[in-house]
């Protein structure tokens, strides 16, 4: 069965029109919230040291996600290189903050279709999960016009660090289907010391509204797989620098108790984190369940909790070849 969302889309010439609406953006980026003014299409490089071709730095089927995007078969995950932030703990720094090493993994627009077809056709994933796919969201439509052109149906899924322009998430109504945004912060002090970005809470915020406008709660088929929806991810982080309760509330005043959420555990201090005595050690056992009360009192209820041993098992090594997640 043909997706109707972007399919329809598709067939209207809407798609098409979008896509181009977006690229012409790259020629002053006001792609994401720097709206940094550099010409892409030269490939002028701003904030996301990323040019024009997207910067593919792995692509398979995980299943690692939330249970029902990876389901039984995986979800056809494509990790994008670099980043339009830069979290002292990122656990994916090899490939958000590695810009000059990141070059060799530039991709033309047919082989990004040719590896969305892999992964629905060869691999059998439920959908193509694009992993931090904020600064190439212009590139992927383009991707995508080729993949529907060869038979692509399966569902989108828009993974991202939250740090988005309301204005571009607008331009994917109708084309991503499963939104999965993490909501990182609560205070903009916290999330300019920690990951270099301004503005955090209202853009995450504005952004994540207009997403949930789009598909609303989550759908889920036959088999438990999702279909359409919002799923917000949210990362429990060491002495409440993750603002959780102010975050959790406004989910569930201004959005609704019934928005599904993913809490994770899996924090542990990577790369540039142990710089900052206050981010240099796992959570505590006390400050998680604080956060699952926290939900329980809000009647959240939609969703999943990570374990407190989740940091064990969460690891990606992208040096290697293959699966990132694999040992």
């Known amino acids: 069965m043909v997706h109707a969302g972007y399919f329809t889309l598709y067939q209207s010439g809407e798609l098409k029109k979008r896509a181009q609406v977006l690229i012409d953006r790259l020629s002053s980026c006001n792609i994401c919230p720097h709206r940094c003014g550099v010409n892409r299409l030269k490939r002028e490089k701003g904030f996301c040291h990323s040019g024009f071709l997207p910067i593919v730095s792995s692509f398979c089927a995980h299943r690692g996600e939330e249970p029902p995007i990876s389901g039984n078969r995986g979800s056809g995950t494509i990790f994008f290189g670099n980043c339009n932030m830069r979290c002292v703990y990122c656990q994916n720094y090899q490939i958000s903050q590695d810009w000059e090493n990141q070059e060799s993994n530039e991709m033309e627009i047919e082989e990004l279709a040719k590896v969305m077809l892999y992964l629905q056709n060869d691999l059998k994933c439920h959908n193509i999960n694009l992993v931090t796919p904020t600064h190439f969201i212009p590139q992927i439509l383009l991707a995508l016009l080729e993949a529907i052109e060869q038979g692509m ?7 991202s660090s939250g740090y988005d322009s309301a204005d571009t998430i607008r331009q994917l109504d109708g084309i991503v289907d499963i939104y999965l945004p993490d909501l990182r912060y609560a205070d903009d002090q916290y999330a300019w010391k920690y990951s270099g970005v301004r503005n955090y809470v209202e853009c995450s915020r504005s952004a994540i509204k207009e997403m949930y406008r789009q598909t609303g ?10 279909q ?73 209820n939609n969703g999943w909790i990570q374990e407190m041993d989740a940091s064990e098992y969460y690891r990606p090594d992208f040096s290697k070849q293959g699966h990132p997640f694999e040992n």
């Open 217 to 226: 709660n989550v759908i889920l088929d036959e088999h438990g797989i999702v």
């Open 228 to 300: 359409k929806g919002l799923i917000v991810r949210h990362l429990i982080l060491p002495n409440r620098i993750a603002g959780s309760e102010d975050s959790l509330r406004w989910l569930a005043s201004e959005l609704s108790p019934d928005v599904t959420v993913s809490l994770m555990s899996q924090y542990y201090p990577t790369h540039k984190a142990r710089l900052f005595p206050e981010l240099a050690r796992r959570i505590k056992y006390e400050e998680y369940i604080e956060v699952v009360r926290l939900l329980q009192r809000l009647d959240i």
């Open 153 to 159: 149906n399966i569902p989108l899924v828009y993974n």
